[in-house]
């Protein structure tokens, strides 16, 4: 069975600074998808960024962009020029290509950003 | 506009009462996903639904039960039988391309379930 890890429970930082969050996922695929949802206050899971792991290069949203390691098993989220808006639960997930396609969550990271 | 609905946003339960929330999407999307939420942990899969009048147990299927009628509605009935209901409970929908479904999932607003 998969595995995601997020080994950073709760980070800060000062506005229109950088952050990385970090992620480590286990699996035995060669073919999966990763995903980074954005839980504000209201609970709604918004989508973040998708990184598709048969594509070397790096996805990008805007301010949004990640680290993928496949070897290494880590798909990292890294947020440039931080906004207050950015204040959020952010949760890490893993989807097989194959099987049920449901979504394999990290227990989250709280993120605030400092004014 | 197109999207997820969810409701009721809260929801009180007495122990020992069946109760159902509801899951509607207007974004023809053919698969459907209830996921559950508690404090300091991600999201786990309660049910998921590909097509019409079909559907299949997750990880934590045991005390729900769900139904697909129509496209475009996946009701959650939480029974009597769950143990702990008090949860967040997250509907999600995706679209599927070919014979698995790999596109992203969105997700609805949720429903706060409290069992008084």
């Known amino acids: 069975a998969q595995t995601v890890t997020q080994s950073q429970p709760e980070m800060s930082v000062q506005e229109a600074e950088t952050v990385t969050l970090s992620c480590t996922y286990d699996?035995?695929?060669?073919?999966?998808?990763l995903f980074w949802y954005k839980q504000p206050p209201s609970r709604q899971m918004i989508l973040v960024i998708r990184?598709?792991?048969?594509?070397?290069q790096n996805a990008t949203e805007n301010r949004f962009s990640v680290n993928f390691q496949k070897a290494a098993k880590s798909f990292s989220l890294k947020i440039s020029d931080s906004q207050l808006g950015d204040t959020a639960m952010y949760f890490c997930?893993?989807?097989?290509?194959?099987?049920?396609?449901?979504?394999?969550f990290g227990t989250g990271t709280r993120l605030t950003i400092i004014p | 506009d197109g999207g997820i609905t969810q409701s009721p946003k809260y929801l009180f339960r007495k122990e020992g009462q069946n109760v159902t929330l509801s899951c509607e999407q207007n974004?023809?999307?053919?698969?459907m996903y209830w996921y559950r939420q508690d404090p300091g942990q991600g999201l786990r899969l309660i049910y998921y639904?590909?097509?019409?009048?079909?559907?299949q147990k997750g990880d934590i299927a045991e005390g729900y039960s769900v139904s697909r009628e129509k496209k475009e509605s996946f009701p959650l009935t939480v029974t009597s039988a769950q143990k702990n209901p008090t949860a967040f409970y997250l509907c999600?929908?995706?679209?599927?391309?070919?014979?698995?479904?790999?596109?992203?999932?969105?997700f609805g607003p949720g429903t706060r379930l409290t069992v008084l």
């Open positions: 974004l023809n999307h053919d698969a």
């Open positions: 639904s590909q097509i019409v009048n079909d559907f």
């Open positions: 990184q598709e792991a048969y594509k070397q």
């Open positions: 997930a893993y989807q097989s290509n194959f099987g049920n396609e449901k979504l394999t």
């Open positions: 699996t035995s695929e060669s073919n999966y998808y």
């Open positions: 999600a929908s995706s679209s599927r391309e070919g014979r698995t479904s790999t596109d992203t999932q969105y």
